[in-house]
């Protein structure tokens, strides 16, 4: 089986790339990345990885280029992680999250069905497609993104399940919040933000009252769930929520603060209150692909700033 790994080099491709690296269904792994987080430690410090994967530097907007990499490489499955990420729920402006993760997935729907040798996509799709006019919501709930990421990660989702034929399985993997640390690592969601802040700063800051809770799921047990769909032919084509765990951000905050105990815990707005989203599953993945229970966030939090004492 040849896989190929859009944006294979940022923060969730950075973890999966080993682990796909050793799955033995997998003879070749193709990344294709426009290198625009400047990160080559991926393949400089995993230099046996070359033997098992290809590199292609491109854009997801170059039609042209990813027509060439399907023929060439003759790809049965990919793993769509090429996007324009921030904060799930920011509402920055639209027209970059548009042409990349919207307009880039539409191209990449026209390269595959340019060949016939495709037969599975994964698309690492966002809790935020969702919206705000619930607190929890399941895969049953109609998506009203509110954000501009939301709303340009659900176009993305729309244009490969209404434009690739029935005789693709398609994969879509509605992520809560990621954390952990990878080569690729981004201080940009809120826990991933709280374990840097925690330890370099001593401090972490909290807005509103904190009692707004968020679904988490750790980088490396997303990249495990890909890995396991990829190659578990019992996963039926659909829409998955992807998560362990939820928590309130004082949650997290008592957590780091038994950690560091001296830490200072700085609330901005403090009697605001803030909107909660989770988000939880119809169905057990985790069971399907023999992965074991994910562990208490405390666990990872404390495997995670291990990881900076340097």
């Not at 990878?182 to 991933?192: D, E, Q, S």
Request: hydrophobic content about 40%.
């Amino acid at each position: 089986m040849n896989v190929l790994v859009t944006g294979g080099f940022g923060y969730v491709g950075s973890s999966l790339i080993p682990i796909l690296f050793k799955n033995e269904e997998i003879k070749k792994i193709v990344i294709y990345d426009n290198l625009s987080n400047n990160n080559y430690d991926l393949v400089l410090s995993h230099l046996r990885l070359l033997s098992k994967v290809t590199f292609v530097e491109g854009s997801i907007l170059d039609n042209e280029l990813l027509k060439v990499v399907f023929k060439k490489h003759e790809i049965h499955t990919i793993v769509h992680l090429a996007a324009k990420t921030v904060t799930p729920m920011s509402d920055n402006g639209f027209h970059e999250f548009d042409q990349i993760n919207h307009w880039g997935t539409s191209i990449l729907v026209d390269a595959i069905n340019s060949v016939k040798s495709v037969k599975n996509i994964i698309y690492l799709s966002s809790f935020s497609v969702y919206g705000i006019y619930k607190s929890k919501f399941n895969e049953n709930d109609n998506p009203m993104p509110y954000s501009n990421y939301g709303k340009s990660k659900f176009l993305g989702e729309k244009e490969i399940l209404l434009r690739l034929p029935k005789s693709i399985n398609k994969f879509i993997l509605r992520s809560g919040v990621l954390y952990g640390c990878t080569i690729g690592y981004k201080p940009n969601t809120v826990l991933n933000k709280f374990i840097f802040e925690a330890h370099f700063s001593n401090k972490i800051q909290i807005f509103g009252d904190g009692n707004q809770k968020r679904s988490f799921i750790h980088v490396q047990r997303l990249s495990e769930t890909i890995s396991g769909v990829i190659t578990n032919t019992a996963i039926k084509s659909g829409v998955y929520n992807i998560l362990d765990h939820s928590y309130s951000v004082n949650d997290l905050a008592k957590i780091l603060t038994q950690i560091y105990p001296n830490i200072d815990l700085i609330y901005m707005n403090r009697d605001h209150s803030m909107k909660s989203i989770e988000i939880e599953s119809n169905y057990n993945l985790n069971s399907l692909l023999n992965l074991k229970q994910a562990k208490n966030i405390d666990y990872y939090l404390k495997r995670e700033l291990s990881k900076f004492s340097f």
